[in-house]
């Protein structure tokens, strides 16, 4: 309720000083008919936006987790990793940089010309980038890269489904929201904000799959928990996230480490052998 609150005195008090509203018009219609086809993608898309929302949790805390573990001068480390992003920036270009107000644009254009040509790693890309940048001390905020990602991803999926591509990359924009920082409520009036309410009830089930997806986790480790989203999931009420519950791309990483660590133990086993040899 405070939120609410809070949310409609602010539009009130901007309208009030001239300030226009964003909204994005994706050209979708839909009479409220029960489509099975539109909802099963709608499902499915839900399940994908909970994976890339997962996807900017654990590779935010992972990448935040080993850089702090290199001890050495902080504006070094800055430094470090301001040389490696440009590295990158040179091989992959400087479309990942900034907030990508124009790429999140594209991505919700009804514009064929113009939404399919958002590469299909775009997500991808743009969440290594915010990572590689919070995780070496750059100073910058997380919901504008994850309305990027999210929108992004939904271009992507709509692309994969052969659907309504504005219509995935709207629920893309708030599912990925909802998933990475665990504010279902916030999202699902967004959707209605910014895409009216002919995508509303659509990003309801989008929202919803994407938040359950992620567990007890969040890009804000400092949210305190209200309530659980299963009571298989042994966790206290009134405590921080602190991303202590682990899910499957967390595992990833984990595997990957095992798999690397074998890898170099075998080189270093076989480069023994031959070196006896």
Not at 141 to 146: H, K, L, Q
Request: cysteine-free.
């Amino acid at each position: 309720m405070p939120s609410i609150v809070a949310g409609f005195s602010a539009f009130f008090v901007a309208k009030m000083f001239g300030i226009n509203y964003t909204y994005f018009y994706i050209a979708f219609f839909s009479n409220f008919d029960f489509n099975y086809v539109l909802i099963s993608k709608v499902i499915l898309g839900g399940i994908f936006f909970g994976l890339v929302a997962d996807f900017i949790i654990t590779t935010l805390s992972e990448l935040h987790k080993y850089i702090r573990m290199i001890k050495i001068n902080y504006i070094l480390k800055a430094f470090i990793g301001g040389v490696f992003i440009v590295i990158l920036t040179l091989i992959v270009g400087d479309e990942y940089l900034g907030l990508g107000f124009h790429t999140i644009k594209d991505a919700l254009s009804s514009d064929e010309l113009i939404n399919e040509t958002i590469p299909w790693y775009t997500f991808i890309l743009k969440t290594i980038f915010t990572s590689l940048t919070l995780a070496f001390g750059g100073s910058g905020g997380v919901i504008t890269p994850i309305f990027y990602v999210g929108a992004t991803s939904g271009n992507f999926f709509g692309y994969l489904v052969d659907g309504n591509i504005p219509l995935f990359a709207a629920l893309g924009f708030v599912s990925v929201l909802a998933g990475t920082t665990s504010a279902p409520i916030a999202a699902m009036i967004m959707s209605v904000e910014l895409f009216g309410m002919n995508v509303g009830h659509y990003a309801a089930i989008s929202i919803i799959i994407a938040f359950l997806m992620t567990g007890h986790r969040s890009v804000f480790p400092s949210q305190v928990l209200s309530m659980k989203k299963s009571e298989a999931i042994n966790f206290k009420l009134g405590k921080e996230i602190e991303n202590t519950e682990t899910t499957y791309t967390t595992r990833f990483f984990v595997n990957m480490q095992r798999i690397i660590k074998l890898v170099v133990k075998r080189n270093k086993k076989d480069l023994n052998s031959d070196t006896k040899l």
